[in-house]
């Protein structure tokens, strides 16, 4: 790209000059053959044909010349752990890890590496992909750290290997459910470990994680991200301190949500302080599939029993009843068909006290909706629930020999993540990573729901892109931002992409949604091989916060 701007005064800042970009590709449902774009005071002020642009070259501060780049709204990824991901980013991963040994052997380099720091933390461990099937033994841990306290969460986050000096900061600990001397900790074990793990994080180290993993979400056109924290996943400082980053310096913009129960008008008034937007995010419903704790109808295909379950039908509708007479949108994690089950039927006793109009205008959502049912995808279109869901699970974990097929035999897994249905009932769609869970990266999540492992689960292109643009912002209560049209915020990525393409997930879909006289905007060719678009510029309101180099 190449650009030519006009001396500025200083009351002009990057948000608030008017910019022409023009000589690329425009994704806009306002002009769907566009190449040029206004920006005016953070906002879109006009989308047209390269012609029309003329009139306005000479009027603004800054000409763009695209030289054929696509210029795309910005991802919004709509469940994120922005500390846990910054601290993956910047220290101990183990998600590229083989085997035991290699994981081993990363623990005692990131040991020897940080001799100072009172807890070592790590992520990302996978044994259902190693030859050995087993995390790493507290025995094990212990040689490698010489000792030291460590905390090491599974990939899903809903269990921890540890070693022996971490359990000694945490009375009682042996005495939690969850607790096993020789297994993955679990359940309120697993918190009370990881809560202590997190209260050794000092603030420059939070902060810095924090910034980390914003930039690394800027360069990959992310400019909206979901934090979802809570009294068991992070802490009040975390929430607090990321909010106040975000609002101070550029990058891309915070939503955040916090996983309390709200039993009155003032508990949503106390989220509200947090500068939370709502009483959702992780509050969990059950655990996940991984771990074992996701709560099912029936047994596990290897273990003897059906999971966990936090919270049941009528705490859900206590929740639920509370948030929408407060005004204050609620929300639950919920992965297993008995979870699913609770929330909706904690639905159903709301809308019964509160109506179903006023629990239907509240947007509540479900994170994650992994094993839906037919009765639960149509309760989620009864109650108006977006399903804010991470296609990144079934390219990690789905198909024949995956994770999912391991823990729920195949034919149950391939039950799971079922987004065509979801769509066809009318349920809104929010895509996320739950980064560290799976990375940050929008165009392989979008891929990922195109190309499902189950073909029946597919959806087009088109439709995953939106649920990963518009569709976070709607789900949480904004129609007017996410697509780029007159009026809208200028949150945008320009990417360098090959020739645009509208992609059908299989030949089933009608043949008018696939040719050019359907007036649909292209995108990039997702093929499961084909190159993905590169990120060269995200802006956010207006404001460049990404650049790449030599772009």
């Known amino acids: 790209m190449s650009e030519r701007t006009t001396p500025s005064t200083a009351a002009d800042d990057d948000g608030h000059r008017t910019v022409l970009l023009r000589g690329g590709d425009i994704h806009s449902p306002a002009d769907p053959f566009a190449t040029a774009m206004v920006v005016e005071r953070g906002h879109i002020a006009w989308v047209g044909s390269e012609g029309a642009a003329d009139a306005f070259a000479s009027g603004v501060q800054e000409v763009v010349d695209l030289e054929g780049a696509l210029v795309t709204p910005a991802f919004t990824d709509a469940h994120v752990h922005t500390t846990a991901t910054g601290l993956a980013l910047t220290g101990l991963d183990l998600s590229g890890a083989s085997g035991?040994?290699?994981?081993?052997?990363?623990?005692?380099?990131?040991?020897?590496?940080?001799?100072?720091?009172?807890?070592?933390?790590?992520?990302?461990?996978?044994?259902?992909?190693?030859?050995?099937?087993?995390?790493?033994?507290?025995?094990?841990?212990?040689?490698?750290?010489?000792?030291?306290?460590?905390?090491?969460?599974?990939?899903?986050?809903?269990?921890?290997?540890?070693?022996?000096?971490?359990?000694?900061?945490?009375?009682?600990?042996?005495?939690?459910?969850?607790?096993?001397?020789?297994?993955?900790?679990?359940q309120d074990a697993h918190h009370a470990v990881r809560a202590a793990?997190?209260?050794?994080?000092?603030?420059?180290?939070?902060?810095?994680?924090?910034?980390?993993?914003?930039?690394?979400?800027?360069?990959?056109?992310?400019?909206?991200?979901?934090?979802?924290?809570?009294?068991?996943?992070?802490?009040?400082?975390?929430?607090?301190?990321?909010?106040?980053?975000?609002?101070?310096?550029?990058?891309?913009?915070?939503?955040?949500?916090?996983a309390e129960q709200v039993a009155s008008p003032a508990?949503?008034?106390?989220?509200?302080?947090?500068?939370?937007?709502?009483?959702?995010?992780?509050?969990?419903?059950?655990?996940?599939?991984?771990?074992?704790?996701a709560c099912l109808h029936e047994p596990y295909a290897d273990a003897p029993h059906t999971g966990a379950a936090y919270l049941d039908a009528a705490a859900v509708a206590a929740h639920v009843t509370a948030c929408t007479e407060a005004g204050i949108q609620a929300g639950f994690h919920a992965i297993g068909d008995a979870a699913l089950t609770a929330v909706v039927d904690g639905m159903r006793a709301a809308a019964e006290k509160v109506g179903v109009e006023r629990v239907r205008a509240a947007r509540h959502r479900v994170e994650h909706?992994?094993?839906?049912?037919?009765?639960?995808?149509?309760?989620?279109?009864?109650?108006?629930?977006?399903?804010?869901?991470?296609?990144?699970?079934?390219?990690?974990?789905?198909?024949?020999?995956?994770?999912?097929?391991?823990?729920?035999?195949?034919?149950?897994?391939?039950t799971l993540n079922p987004y065509a249905a979801l769509l066809r009932s009318g349920v809104p769609l929010a895509f996320g990573s739950d980064a560290p869970v799976t990375p940050l990266d929008p165009w392989g999540t979008v891929r990922a729901a195109a190309f499902h492992r189950t073909l029946e689960h597919r959806v087009s292109v088109r439709a995953a892109f939106t649920a990963h643009t518009r569709g976070g912002w709607r789900a949480m209560g904004r129609d007017d931002a996410g697509v780029l049209v007159p009026g809208a915020p200028a949150d945008y990525a320009v990417w360098r992409a090959d020739d645009l393409v509208v992609q059908a997930p299989d030949d089933r879909v009608?043949?008018?949604?696939?040719?050019?006289?359907?007036?649909?905007p292209g995108l990039p060719d997702l093929s499961p091989g084909a190159e993905l678009p590169l990120c060269l510029r995200t802006v956010v309101g207006g404001r460049t916060v990404f650049v790449r180099p030599g772009g």
């Open 510 to 520: 009608a043949r008018w949604s696939t040719d050019p006289r359907s007036g649909t």
């Open 197 to 258: 793990a997190q209260a050794a994080i000092g603030e420059e180290q939070r902060t810095a994680a924090q910034r980390a993993a914003r930039r690394h979400a800027a360069s990959l056109g992310i400019g909206s991200l979901h934090e979802c924290a809570g009294p068991t996943i992070s802490s009040e400082s975390d929430l607090i301190g990321l909010l106040g980053l975000a609002a101070a310096e550029p990058g891309p913009r915070v939503f955040g949500y916090w």
């Open 369 to 414: 909706a992994e094993m839906l049912t037919p009765e639960t995808v149509a309760a989620f279109a009864e109650f108006g629930l977006t399903a804010s869901v991470q296609p990144g699970f079934d390219a990690l974990w789905g198909g024949e020999d995956g994770m999912y097929a391991d823990r729920l035999g195949a034919d149950r897994a391939r």
């Open 267 to 293: 508990d949503a008034d106390r989220i509200r302080a947090l500068g939370a937007i709502g009483a959702a995010g992780d509050l969990f419903v059950d655990g996940a599939l991984g771990s074992h704790t």
């Open 100 to 186: 035991l040994d290699e994981a081993l052997t990363l623990v005692r380099t990131h040991a020897a590496a940080h001799p100072d720091d009172p807890v070592l933390l790590g992520h990302g461990w996978d044994a259902a992909r190693w030859s050995e099937r087993r995390p790493p033994s507290r025995a094990e841990l212990d040689e490698a750290t010489g000792g030291r306290p460590l905390y090491l969460s599974r990939i899903d986050v809903h269990s921890a290997v540890v070693t022996t000096a971490l359990l000694d900061l945490v009375p009682g600990v042996t005495e939690r459910p969850g607790y096993e001397p020789d297994a993955p900790l679990t």
